[in-house]
């Protein structure tokens, strides 16, 4: 019933510039927790930015500054503006919600409803 759609991945040039959108269904996403999380090859799933239910945003200290999270409620979808990206942010992408969770914080483990999962590739 609760479907997470991600979308907007691919490949880019160190510096560029890659849009992420996560539409839901079956639950109301602006009434819980939503992030986005990523796991690179060999590396623990980390939490990238998350917006919770008062509209409180959190970012990774490695992203702040260079990506934006953003939530448009009549649309019920969140979304990643990632720039100035890096080698480094090579990963699978995420977003994630939880009918049980209010509020950000915490571990990615907390989370029991998940995207289909994007990947994003930084490479010259």
């Known amino acids: 019933q609760v479907h997470l759609v991600e979308s907007g991945g691919g490949l880019v040039q160190p510096g560029g510039s890659l849009r992420l959108s996560c539409a839901a269904s079956?639950?109301?996403?602006?009434?819980?927790?939503t992030g986005w999380f990523r796991q690179a090859p060999g590396k623990e799933r980390e939490e990238v930015s998350c917006?919770?239910?008062?509209?409180?945003?959190n970012y990774a200290d490695s992203v702040k500054g260079r990506f934006t999270i953003s939530r448009d409620n009549g649309k019920n979808a969140v979304y990643l503006e990632m720039n100035n990206l890096k080698l480094e942010d090579t990963a699978v992408y995420y977003c994630?919600?939880?009918?049980?969770?209010?509020?950000?914080?915490?571990?990615?483990?907390?989370?029991?409803?998940w995207g289909q999962g994007l990947q994003v590739t930084v490479s010259s």
């Open positions: 994630a919600t939880d009918p049980r969770l209010y509020f950000c914080g915490g571990s990615w483990q907390r989370f029991d409803y």
């Open positions: 917006v919770d239910s008062d509209g409180g945003i």
């Open positions: 079956g639950l109301t996403l602006e009434n819980y927790a």
